[in-house]
């Protein structure tokens, strides 16, 4: 026989799973789609930039995170922080399961009816997650065989099933008896006690196979599957905060239990099974972080073409400020978890990470802009992805104190920088035109070719600059009152002074100065 709960109308039976699936939780937002963080395009510049390419489809989208908002003082989401919350939901259904004697049914007939694995199969059916048992029984089943799509998915499920399964274990604990002075009532409540712990330890055991399979498919990819490690790694997160969730529950349980053979069960349970499991996770997290970092560096992920440059915002930019947005937005979680990661020496505070990825970011950036023939264009790709990069790093909110420090210094620098980058790109591309209109010459010197060469010089530096395009509107004004600032004075005193002298040759098309503030309002519209 099977559970559930009738609605008070009694239209329908519900099983356990059914309401399960019906908790969402906060992280359920950040679950998919799962490739934000990786190169998806294909290229022509070899097999290294086919497999290292982007997808622009991704690059504009939000990173999948864990929300700050969502985290507790022990780095574990505070899911549990209202009646509302998907916890005390699941707490709900939890009470249900001992309430309707589903559990203890479970547990009496735990090691006593062969085979087991049909307990633990109604067991995790109704929490939604039988598929762990698979991955549990059968060593050859990988997590890598699942796409990330389909894990990320699982994940969301193994969540829910492990919040209720720590609450439904903790509520059966408190209610077993205690032992009393009969050596007949001991030692029934004794082996009451004992039948508990193995099952709570198989179950935990069980549904932390999950959490090995996920981390092996994260962690040993080639180099034709990389895309997984960046693309699992808010799930890998997600798995964490789980872990960390759990173990705080089972803490607050214990809190005020004198009886040692409850806390003994409870410690088997958090510091025996749960903790290594929180340690394991750390270690991966860290591990998967530093490849992460590594892959933006990689120069294949930084091809740049004429085209490309001239579209504005390389996709690896914005993914790489993903990538910060995600170690943002779980910087409380992941500042914690450096207690766990086994090579703490190595692990840098989520501040110190962050400034380190930007000054990586601005190299790379330099460093692309060299493969782009055009000096003009060249500013305007560092214009376009510096100014995104300042627009990302305003975005960020709430941040710790060295983080909102490294900002200030950072947006502070970064101005003279986009001003410096906007009176580069003034000389590279409109000083052959001021060089015409200012050479040492009298006007009467002048020929009509000269004239020509100005018309000429003026119509081809608006014909290549025209479909070049700068994404944000403030800068893209900022950029065209520059230019006008710079040609408009210098170029108007030219016709005019041909004007005066008759010098202007009538069977040739001039712009007049109007007609140019108007080709340069035109340009970077893309």
């Known amino acids: 026989m099977e559970y559930g709960i009738t609605p008070a109308g009694g239209f329908r039976w519900r099983s356990y799973r059914d309401l399960i699936r019906d908790v969402f939780i906060a992280g359920d937002m950040y679950c998919g789609p799962a490739k934000l963080l990786f190169p998806q395009i294909t290229g022509s510049a070899g097999e290294d930039q086919a497999r290292c390419g982007w997808s622009s489809a991704s690059s504009v989208a939000s990173s999948p995170v864990v929300?700050?908002?969502?985290?507790?003082?022990?780095?574990?989401?505070?899911?549990?922080?209202?009646?509302?919350?998907?916890?005390?939901?699941l707490r709900v259904i939890a009470q249900q399961m001992v309430g309707d004697g589903y559990i203890q049914e479970l547990i009496r007939a735990f090691g006593r009816r062969r085979p087991d694995e049909l307990i633990f199969q109604r067991w995790f059916s109704q929490l939604d997650v039988d598929?762990?048992?698979?991955?549990?029984?059968?060593?050859m089943v990988r997590a890598d065989s699942f796409s990330v799509e389909d894990l990320m998915a699982l994940i969301k499920r193994w969540i829910?099933?492990?919040?209720?399964?720590?609450?439904?274990?903790?509520i059966t604990l408190l209610e077993l008896p205690l032992p009393v002075a009969g050596s007949t009532e001991r030692m029934a409540a004794a082996a009451d006690h004992a039948q508990f712990t193995g099952f709570a330890e198989e179950s935990i055991l069980r549904m932390l196979a999950f959490v090995d399979a996920v981390t092996l498919s994260a962690l040993n990819v080639n180099d034709d599957h990389r895309h997984r490690t960046p693309e699992?790694?808010?799930?890998?997160?997600?798995?964490?905060?789980c872990v960390s969730e759990a173990c705080d529950l089972l803490v607050s349980a214990g809190m005020g239990k004198d009886e040692i053979t409850k806390?003994?069960?409870?410690?088997?349970?958090?510091?025996?099974?749960?903790m290594q499991s929180r340690r394991k996770l750390s270690d991966a997290i860290w591990v998967m972080m530093?490849?992460?970092?590594?892959?933006?560096?990689?120069?294949?992920?930084?091809?740049?073409?004429?085209?490309?440059?001239?579209?504005?915002?390389?996709?690896?930019?914005?993914l790489t400020m993903n990538y910060i947005t995600l170690l943002w937005r779980n910087h409380t979680m992941l500042d914690y978890f450096s207690v766990f990661v086994s090579d703490a020496d190595s692990f840098s505070s989520v501040a110190r990470l962050i400034a380190e990825m930007i000054t990586c970011l601005e190299c790379k950036l330099e460093e692309t802009s060299l493969s782009i023939p055009d000096l003009g264009l060249r500013f305007i790709f560092l214009l376009n992805n510096w100014h995104r990069v300042l627009q990302r790093v305003e975005s960020l909110r709430d941040l710790p104190a060295a983080v909102r420090q490294e900002r200030i210094l950072l947006l502070h620098a970064s101005d003279s920088k986009i001003k410096r980058y906007i009176d580069d790109?003034?000389?590279?591309?409109?000083?052959?035109?001021?060089?015409?209109?200012?050479i040492d010459k009298p006007f009467v010197a002048l020929g009509r070719s000269h004239e020509s060469k100005i018309e000429t010089q003026l119509q081809t530096t608006y014909a290549t600059q025209k479909f070049w395009k700068v994404p944000n509107p403030q800068l893209r004004q900022r950029l065209r009152r520059a230019i006008m600032s710079k040609v408009i004075p210098d170029y108007s005193k030219y016709i005019e002074q041909m004007d005066r002298q008759n010098k202007i040759n009538r069977h040739l098309v001039v712009t007049s100065p109007e007609q140019l503030e108007q080709q340069i309002e035109e340009l970077f519209e893309g």
């Open 131 to 139: 598929f762990v048992l698979v991955l549990h029984t059968d060593g």
């Open 232 to 241: 699992l790694l808010p799930g890998m997160l997600q798995l964490y905060a």
């Open 160 to 170: 829910r099933a492990l919040l209720t399964m720590v609450q439904v274990l903790n």
């Open 263 to 274: 806390m003994q069960a409870l410690d088997a349970m958090n510091n025996g099974i749960l």
């Open 290 to 318: 530093e490849k992460v970092r590594a892959l933006f560096l990689m120069d294949a992920c930084w091809q740049v073409s004429q085209e490309a440059a001239a579209s504005g915002t390389h996709e690896t930019t914005e």
């Open 425 to 438: 790109y003034l000389n590279a591309s409109w000083s052959p035109l001021l060089r015409c209109l200012l």
């Open 67 to 89: 929300s700050s908002s969502y985290m507790s003082s022990s780095g574990s989401p505070a899911w549990s922080s209202a009646s509302s919350s998907p916890v005390h939901k």
